[in-house]
């Protein structure tokens, strides 16, 4: 679908701008078409071909873009390693994906296993993937199935092991038919997330279609995202809930007129009522918290916009439409309403398995349905409520986190004898991370400075800790394991 919407959209827009950076390069809807094409017939001297993945360790910008579509129109799949991972975390999922090619900007290539193919992008140096590109040749038509893989998209399941969700043309063309962006039509519209991330590797073509002027930030500003709101009329604010509190928190904030704002619309985690009930008054519109994972898509549960308070500010709300949502026992039967069981959906946009992986995903894919891993009930109005994960990953900012993996890193701290990290609710970012330790030496205990500092070598900067607390044990349960729900208890009372 991305292939076909770009030739189509090219032929539609013309010279409409398809995307924009924050340092002012863009790409007309002509230029994407033609620059892709260019980048496809390089690609393709380099051997990717139908059936080949290639990676993007590249940041947000045109060029992750281009390189994208240009794989769409050999018949191949493209996956992005998050700009902000350490060389590590690239190291695991360069090593599980096993690429045909990897794409990588200077600064994105430790960790990158010596084995894979690495060609080098300088992006910002030029026009997009000069590099590669063959000067006004247009690469031979491939005949697209649906059912093939188009792209993946990296996360951690509740291990903290890397996984990748792949999705076909079929799952770009469902999520085009439900997102409700689709209905907005063209205009402008900022990319909130990192490429990598579901939500632009499987909403990108429906943005297109529409016409969009896609803004590009390679770091989300939020002060960036407030003047572009205001200056092109934008009439949906977007985002994961740590960005709405960023704007709001901004203080440039009462000098910009969102009269035009019609919706916010907020996925990723959960929001806190308090953020609902500012945004709503502040940007004067209807706020609609939506529940998705990257498993799933990007699609699932949606607040309506004419929701009440207690939908708005204390549930995800209902499946939207085309999708089905149950909470389930752990044998897979559905519960009445009331109980707490495991959430699963079954929705069009659901990825088709984990890469290369037959084990989890016959284990996330049941008959049709994903296990969400995520623990809810269901009320009488038919409206979902979340109560926590069957795991214990938290979301920092949109972003998993593992506290397992986290552990696993701080561990290696000389000062540290254990280390549990556990979720506290933050008003910007929904959740951070909090080191619960026991010194090796309790007279010369690790400073939160030293923790993330020893950390941040094999850690996204997002994964690590914001909060230290220093214990003389670790509480356990009955089964003699780290009593996680006691210290998570813990930080709540605090």
């Given at each position: 679908m991305l292939a076909t919407t770009v030739a189509e959209a090219g032929a539609r827009y013309g010279d409409r701008i398809a995307a924009r950076t924050s340092?002012?390069?863009?790409?007309?809807?002509?230029?994407?078409?033609?620059?892709?094409?260019?980048?496809?017939?390089?690609?393709?001297?380099?051997?990717?071909?139908?059936?080949?993945?290639?990676?993007?360790?590249?940041?947000?910008?045109?060029?992750?873009?281009?390189?994208?579509?240009?794989a769409a129109k050999l018949g191949a799949a493209t996956g992005g390693i998050n700009p902000r991972l350490s060389a590590a975390e690239r190291c695991d999922l360069a090593s599980g994906a096993a690429p045909d090619l990897v794409l990588a900007a200077p600064g994105l290539t430790d960790g990158l296993p010596n084995h894979l193919r690495i060609e080098s992008v300088d992006?910002?140096?030029?026009?997009?993937?000069?590099?590669?590109?063959?000067?006004?040749?247009?690469?031979?038509?491939?005949?697209?199935?649906?059912?093939?893989?188009?792209?993946?998209?990296?996360?951690?399941?509740?291990?903290?092991?890397?996984?990748?969700?792949?999705?076909?043309?079929?799952?770009?063309?469902?999520?085009?038919?439900?997102?409700?962006?689709?209905?907005?039509?063209?205009?402008?519209?900022?990319?909130?997330?990192?490429?990598?991330?579901?939500?632009?590797?499987?909403?990108?073509?429906?943005?297109?279609?529409?016409g969009t002027t896609i803004h590009v930030m390679d770091r989300w500003s939020a002060g960036e995202a407030l003047h572009l709101i205001d200056t092109h009329r934008m009439p949906a604010v977007n985002g994961v809930a740590a960005q709405i509190a960023l704007m709001l928190h901004h203080p440039d904030f009462d000098d910009h007129d969102?009269?035009?704002?019609?919706?916010?619309?907020?996925?990723?985690?959960?929001?806190?009522?308090?953020?609902?009930r500012e945004a709503r008054e502040r940007f004067g519109a209807p706020y609609s918290n939506r529940y998705s994972s990257t498993e799933s898509g990007g699609t699932g549960l949606a607040t309506a916009l004419d929701a009440d308070d207690d939908e708005a500010l204390h549930t995800v709300g209902r499946p939207r439409p085309g999708i089905a949502a149950e909470v389930r026992d752990p044998e897979g039967r559905a519960l009445p309403a009331g109980d707490v069981g495991e959430l699963w959906l079954h929705t069009p946009t659901a990825m088709s398995g984990y890469w290369r992986d037959p084990e989890r995903?016959?284990?996330?894919?049941?008959?049709?349905?994903?296990?969400?891993?995520?623990?809810?009930?269901?009320?009488?109005?038919?409206?979902?409520?979340?109560?926590?994960?069957?795991?214990?990953?938290?979301?920092?900012?949109?972003?998993?986190?593992?506290?397992?993996?986290?552990?696993?890193?701080?561990?290696?701290?000389?000062?540290?004898?254990?280390?549990?990290?556990?979720?506290?609710?933050?008003?910007?970012?929904?959740?951070?991370?909090?080191?619960?330790?026991?010194?090796?030496?309790p007279a010369e205990p690790p400073s939160l400075d030293d923790l993330r500092s020893h950390g941040e070598a094999h850690l996204a900067s997002y994964k690590l800790p914001e909060a230290l607390r220093i214990v003389p044990e670790l509480p356990l349960n009955s089964g003699d394991k780290v009593d996680r729900r006691r210290l998570a208890a813990d930080e709540c009372r605090d």
């Open positions: 340092e002012g390069d863009e790409l007309t809807y002509t230029d994407l078409d033609r620059v892709s094409d260019e980048a496809a017939v390089g690609l393709a001297a380099l051997g990717v071909t139908r059936g080949s993945l290639v990676l993007l360790s590249l940041p947000s910008g045109l060029d992750y873009i281009v390189a994208y579509v240009a992006p910002g140096s030029g026009p997009p993937l000069a590099e590669l590109r063959s000067s006004g040749e247009t690469p031979p038509p491939v005949a697209l199935i649906p059912d093939e893989p188009v792209c993946l998209c990296f996360t951690s399941g509740t291990t903290g092991r890397p996984k990748a969700a792949w999705f076909g043309g079929r799952q770009l063309r469902a999520a085009a038919d439900l997102d409700t962006g689709g209905a907005w039509g063209g205009g402008h519209l900022i990319a909130g997330t990192a490429m990598a991330h579901v939500g632009f590797m499987t909403k990108i073509p429906w943005q297109l279609a529409a969102f009269s035009c704002v019609q919706a916010i619309v907020v996925g990723a985690g959960t929001s806190p009522p308090d953020l609902v995903t016959a284990d996330a894919l049941v008959d049709g349905w994903l296990r969400t891993g995520d623990l809810a009930h269901v009320d009488d109005r038919g409206c979902f409520h979340l109560t926590g994960r069957t795991g214990e990953m938290f979301i920092r900012g949109g972003y998993n986190v593992h506290p397992q993996e986290v552990e696993a890193a701080l561990g290696t701290h000389p000062a540290v004898a254990q280390v549990a990290v556990v979720p506290r609710a933050d008003d910007v970012m929904g959740e951070v991370g909090v080191a619960v330790v026991v010194p090796t030496d």
